[in-house]
Each structure stands twice: as structure tokens, then as C-alpha cells.
């Protein structure tokens, strides 16, 4: 192994490379990144039956740990899965953290298996990587967004728990193929929609947009998964006077809207400058939002 960083939890990788825990035996354990941490018969890799958080490590820390941690419990409980606790989640946190440096933002994605089934422990594991570049630009220059059909009814997965609308589960293939066309057609993102035109979320992300004086949100009783960062914008954008709604949209509504962004936990705000091919301002709110979601 490479020259690592020396930690209460043992050795990891270099100050600034990624980083793994996993929690065994009652313990978080720090490990090589390069080296296998689960098995392959693990039911998160072999079926994609887990859920994860990805959260932000800014100034060393986790400030925004905790609505991560109620999250992914809620999450586990809409699959079944087994929690071994919020102590657990923050030890390989910790874990993966002990030492970063306060300069360089990271993510530190949780992820949370059933294991092997049948009764056995969960797979609990924390990974830290830096945040990439790409990442950091599209939070300074913003995005091109494109709305694809999810293909069900706006109200259909509240009403189908099998489809587990509103957990953040590991199956993230169709999120990550519609990016990959996105990009094809010379886009960023996505914004997804109901079959019958409602605005549902992004990919990776919870869509606001700002019009009647106004910051909206979709209502999560349409499945979408509930947006840690965008209730953080809501509260302190209330506190500071700026009224909140959660509204029922269009893409003729963000079209037409002062600003749209799509929020996640670590690129922060993206500002939409351009939705389905068309270029689009933000009417200089972008840098109040931003100025909100860092006090």
C-alpha cells in the first residue's frame, strides 16, 4: 500500500486519495481502498438490494450529518433492511474522515446492504473521495437540463410501495443511464417527469424554482425522494423572509420561472441556464440561495 495517513482506526490511503470503512464486529475498521471489503455474494452488489447517502465533508466535517443519518434509516425501513444504529454509521464516518484536510471538500457515501440475507448482518461501509472538478464547476457555471418521462402516473408510487418511491436505494441504474443520455444529446442533467407532464426530480437531485416571489418544490407524496439539502434552503430561506411553497409544476412552469436549480448534497445549488435546448437567466437569485444554503 501506497504511504497512507495513520488514524485511531488504523491506516488508510494517501492524506487527500479515497478512503474506505466497513463496519465489523461491532467496530469501524479503515481499509485499502484497492482491497475488498465485502464479499462477492454481497445481496448490494449482486442485486443492488441496499441504500446509501452521499454527504458532504466541508472544513474537514460532516455539518449536515444528522438529516443523513434520519434518511437512511427511513430508507432501510422501506426495504426491510437491518440498522445497526446511527452510532455505527457515525463511527465509519468518522473513520473515513479522522484527518482530512479542512481545504479540500469530499463526499462520503454511505452505503447500507442487506448482506447476505437470510437473517445475517448488514453491509455497512463509508467511502470518502474529493469532490471532482466537474462537480465544482457545474455549481459555478451551472447546467443544461433536459426533462424525460419517468413513465408513471405523478400519484401511482405512493400507492406502490414496491416500487419504493421515496427511498434512496443502490438501483440507481436507470438514474445513471438517463445522465448518460443527457450528455448524448449535450446536456448535464435531467430533470425527470410524471407520464403526464407533472415535475417529479433529477437523477441525483431535488428541483426548486423560484417564481411569485416564491421558492417551490414538488410535493413528495409524488414518490420523489425528499431532499435533505432542499429543507435546509426552505428553512433558512423562511427564516430570511423568503416564502417556501411546495407546488405541483411543469417544465412549462420552470420554463417560465425566475430561476431554477437542482439541489443535492454535494454540488449544493446547480443553477439551470439552459432547459430543454433553451437558454434561461436566473434573475441574480442564485447567489442569495447560495449565500443561504452557506451561513
Known sequence: MAAGWRTPYGRVGPVTGERVAVWRDGTARTADPGEPVVTAF??????????FESVHVVGGGTPHLEPHLARLRRSAALLDIAHPGDDAVRAVVAAVTDGWPGEVEAACRLLLTRGLG?????????????????????RTEGIAVVPLSLGVPAGFRA????????????????????????????????VF???????????????VWAAGGRLHTPPVDTGILAGTTQARLFQRARDD?????????????LQSADAV????????????????GQPRGDAGLSQRVRRLLQR
Open 118 to 138: 437470510d437473517g445475517t448482518a448488514p453491509t455497512l461501509l463509508a467511502q470518502l473521495a474529493a469532490v471532482p472538478a466537474e462537480t465544482l464547476r457545474q
Open 261 to 276: 436549480w437542482l439541489l443535492s448534497g454535494i454540488r449544493g445549488a446547480a443553477t439551470v441556464t439552459r432547459l430543454d
Open 42 to 51: 454481497d445481496l448490494g452488489l449482486g442485486r443492488g438490494d441496499g441504500v
Open 193 to 207: 417527469t410524471s407520464l403526464e407532464g407533472r415535475v417529479l426530480e433529477g437523477p441525483t437531485s431535488t428541483v
Open 159 to 190: 400507492t406502490a410501495p414496491w416500487l419504493l418511491g421515496g427511498a434512496k436505494t443502490l438501483s440507481y441504474a436507470v438514474n445513471m443511464a438517463a445522465v448518460r443520455h443527457a450528455h448524448a444529446v449535450g446536456a448535464d442533467d435531467v
Open 241 to 253: 423572509g423568503w416564502p417556501t411553497a411546495v407546488s405541483p409544476g411543469t417544465v412549462a412552469d
